[in-house]
């Protein structure tokens, strides 16, 4: 009997059982929001510096392209007008060192080309017989064509020679010929030999701004007659330690011409080339350039850019061939540094 008895169930108190059965939260999607948020672990986000991600950034506003193209306009001044000061005499400028491949000529045709198109009138004399000015100018230099040459050996007046450049306003080129190769052992017993080039340019009846002369890669006779034409002496440098070796001799001859031939020769700009901002060398270069010449050094800086080897291909300046590039906006700053240093009070825009 004990075995079948039915023992009663022991009584135990249950929670409370609520009318609505409990049921998880739904998850709600919640749109991304404007409003800085923390960022948690009770930091707060300052409302003041917070900007929307829908807000357009700087580089938005103006894409590359869009500054590119602005820069192109920049320099390539279509409406004409005069924005680069004109100095109140001309200024004849020789672009030296007998060092090759500094880039001596890159920069007289750039330089020219960029003042040319600010409205100054500019001549370009070629006289180095490689003629590489010549051909970044477009202007023809085969046999045949009456060039520096002639003016130097048969004087030959300057304006017979010198041609108009296609495309540019302002800008003249005497061209040179392979003949210029042997000007150097004809003019040894030329009469006046280091002067015949000044009297050359001081007899062109015409006025020019900027008178530049490129010169070829030695310290000769045609260099001589360059630093006696001139009155200011342009030295590119290449940011490496080779280009500084001969930048001694250099100064040492354009001294014994201010002393003997030249009174009034001076340097008055270096200009630092081929600057790759991804070395150290060009950096330490830099360094020892502006800390041995101060000021004559032009801030702006030429960097290697492949746009300014292509151009002369193309019978053209960098400033033509692609006014966005780097390049071109070096040269541009290059020009425009020399001409507000060349004046006193710059120009209206419209002189």
């Known amino acids: 009997m004990r075995a079948n008895a039915v023992v009663p169930a022991r009584f135990e108190p249950q929670p409370p059982v609520s009318a609505v059965p409990h049921q998880a939260a ?84 750039n330089l020219a080309v960029a003042l ?9 004399v070629d006289l180095d017989p490689q003629g590489n000015a010549s051909t970044g100018l477009n202007v023809p230099h085969h046999t045949g064509v009456p060039d520096v040459y002639d003016c130097l050996i048969d004087s030959v007046p300057l304006e017979e ?19 210029l190769a042997g000007a150097e052992i004809e003019l040894v017993s030329v009469v006046a030999r280091e002067s015949r080039l000044a009297r050359a340019i001081a007899a062109y009846p015409g006025h020019f701004d900027y008178v530049f002369i490129d010169c070829p890669p030695s310290l000769g006779l045609l260099t001589v007659n360059a630093l006696v034409a001139a009155q200011e002496v342009l030295i590119p440098i290449q940011c490496e330690y080779y280009a500084l070796e001969g930048l001694n001799q250099l100064i040492n001859n ?32 830099e360094q020892d350039v502006r800390n041995h010449f101060g000021d004559k050094v032009l801030q702006a800086v030429i960097p290697r850019n492949v746009r300014v080897s292509e151009a002369p291909s193309y019978g053209q300046s960098v400033m033509t061939y692609d006014p966005g590039s780097r390049g071109a906006t070096s040269y541009f700053e ?18």
């Open 26 to 109: 739904p998850e709600v999607a919640v749109a991304p929001s404007d409003t800085p948020q923390a960022s948690g672990y009770g930091e707060e986000v300052d409302a003041s510096t917070y900007v929307s991600r829908e807000t357009p950034t700087r580089e938005e506003d103006d894409p590359p392209l869009a500054m590119e193209a602005m820069r192109a306009v920049q320099i390539l001044n279509p409406s004409g007008e005069v924005t680069m000061p004109r100095p109140d005499r001309t200024r004849v400028m020789c672009v030296a060192n007998q060092k090759g491949g500094v880039g001596k000529t890159t920069t007289t045709v």
């Open 116 to 124: 040319a198109l600010h409205g100054n009138r500019v001549l370009v």
């Open 161 to 179: 020679v010198a041609q108009a450049v296609e495309g540019i306003p302002n800008l003249w080129c005497v061209p040179a010929t392979i003949d």
């Open 254 to 285: 354009i001294n014994l011409v201010r002393q003997h031939l030249n009174p009034k020769l001076e340097v008055s700009t270096i200009l630092l080339t081929m600057y790759d901002r991804r070395t150290r060398l060009a950096d330490a270069v």
């Open 334 to 351: 290059a020009a425009q540094e020399i001409a507000e240093r060349g004046v006193k009070e710059p120009v209206s825009r419209n002189a």
